[in-house]
């Protein structure tokens, strides 16, 4: 199909599931640097950047050893039990730097994704403690209304009302009760993350075992499926069952590791070929037909015509430099599904 063929092309159902790691975040800040020029952190890094020196430093040997393997040392702490002194610190300081990041005032990675989904069928969850996705969500939703966003280990971007049971920004008061958003909980023992423990994380895993167990098309997006975060695992593997269940669905890798090693970690995840690689977000379904992913799918996986199994896509392209010219370019998908649900009887 052409570009034209395609924006015209939609589809009411369908779902695309898009699942986050640090490696999204940090290819985000690679491409387009955080607005005041502060470095995200990453698990092997996090004690360097957000200056916890001072205090691992007062930590016994045998949990220094974990410097450079922060969920086993924040785990170590917790095991331990005595140094709660220590854990508080870590928390705060943590939390107090993440949520002073901002996006720049360009397009990121973050508006690409949020405006290469749609709304009411597709979602983005996170593994993300970082405020980005949330903020690309609400300033793209001038344009659109964005797909459902998902936050599995928190984020300081958001707060929870528990007596409402609902999150709102953080520091916000609720409406009904006038409660205010308090922050949530991003820190967990490594080997007892206990998703069900926290009502508001266990929402939002619900929220995705409910869009995994439907979904046509899943992207996971920097997320390397560690060894380590059993309990991740064993519930995206639940929700979307076995590979033979699922031999009808493709499976996406975004990833910098070599093919083989991805593929690899999420082999009980894949029906045979059915599953694409690519080493950043500009070679994904998400980049070549944005808001379309599904129905290119159908028509690769089920073409109506021998044609429709050799699509043009619809790339979208990187050069955008200001959030109004990247709307622009969206504009004519987001009018053709407006017209085609105002055709829907």
Not at 166 to 193: C, H, M, Q, W
Not at 215 to 221: H, L, N, S
Request: with cysteine; net charge negative; aromatic share 14%.
């Amino acid at each position: 199909m052409t570009r034209e063929e395609e924006i015209i092309k939609v589809h009411g159902n369908g779902t695309h599931v898009v699942i986050l790691g640090a490696g999204a975040s940090y290819a985000s800040t690679l491409r387009n640097p955080e607005k005041n020029g502060k470095k995200l952190p990453l698990m092997r890094n996090i004690v360097d950047i957000v200056g916890l020196q001072d205090i691992v430093k007062e930590l016994p040997e045998d949990i220094r050893a974990f410097k450079e393997d922060f969920e086993k040392l924040y785990s170590s702490l917790c095991k331990q039990g005595k140094y709660s002194w220590a854990t508080t610190e870590i928390e705060l300081r943590i939390y107090n730097y993440f949520k002073e990041l901002e996006l720049p005032d360009e397009p990121t990675i973050y508006d690409y994704l949020v405006l290469s989904l749609r709304r009411g069928k597709d979602v983005i969850a996170t593994f993300n403690w970082d405020p980005f996705l949330y903020q690309a969500y609400v300033r793209n939703s001038e344009l659109v209304d964005s797909p459902g966003i998902l936050f599995l280990h928190g984020t300081v971007a958001l707060g929870y009302d528990a007596e409402e049971g609902r999150a709102g920004p953080v520091g916000y008061f609720s409406k009904n009760t006038y409660n205010e958003f308090l922050p949530i909980k991003l820190l967990y023992p490594v080997d007892n993350k206990d998703y069900n423990s926290d009502p508001y994380i266990k929402g939002q895993w619900d929220g995705l075992a409910n869009r995994l167990n439907v979904a046509e098309r899943v992207t996971i997006f920097g997320y390397s499926a560690p060894i380590t975060d059993v309990e991740a695992i064993e519930l995206l593997q639940k929700a979307w069952g076995t590979p033979e269940r699922r031999n009808m669905e493709e499976f996406e890798l975004i990833d910098i590791r070599p093919q083989a090693e991805v593929r690899k970690s999420w082999k009980t995840f894949i029906h045979s070929h059915h599953y694409g690689y690519g080493n950043n977000f500009f070679e994904s379904s998400l980049a070549n037909h944005p808001r379309r992913s599904v129905e290119s799918y159908h028509h690769w996986a089920m073409p109506l015509t021998p044609s429709e199994a050799f699509q043009e896509g619809n790339p979208v392209p990187q050069s955008f430099r200001h959030l109004h010219e990247m709307w622009e370019w969206y504009r004519p998908l987001v009018e053709a599904e407006d017209e085609f649900y105002k055709a829907k009887p």
